[in-house]
């Protein structure tokens, strides 16, 4: 069993920047990718970054450039370092591994 605990979200202007956490149980979280998906008020949930357990990294065209996925093996933590954040931005965010899911954290970008 695995679970996922996201943490620092919220509200930020346009152009603003914001880092999310989450926090893994588990003793395999070294060996597993890690992603961060995003699902905004009557939208479908949408893949927003992956790292590999190797650290290779991909992103959504949409966030590529202003995001950054990095993980923390020893704190078997995985973070999304967000910035020149948009309205659009909005939307609660996901961690992800394999078919573990955190309960989200909300990010609002408003001014």
């Known amino acids: 069993q695995v679970q996922l605990v996201e943490s620092g979200g919220g509200l930020v202007q346009p152009g603003g920047s914001l880092r999310l956490s989450c926090a893994a149980s588990?003793?395999?979280?070294?060996?597993?990718?890690m992603a961060w998906y995003r699902q905004a008020p009557g939208k479908q949930r949408e893949f927003v970054a992956l790292?590999?357990?190797?650290?290779?990294?991909d992103y959504a065209a949409s966030v590529t450039g202003r995001f950054t996925i990095s993980r923390d093996n020893a704190k078997k933590t995985v973070y999304l370092e967000m910035s020149s954040l948009k309205p659009e931005d909005t939307a609660v965010y996901y961690c992800?591994?394999?078919?573990?899911w955190g309960q989200g954290t909300q990010v609002t970008v408003s001014s």
């Open positions: 790292i590999t357990s190797g650290g290779s990294t």
């Open positions: 992800n591994q394999r078919y573990y």
């Open positions: 588990g003793s395999l979280f070294s060996l597993n990718a």
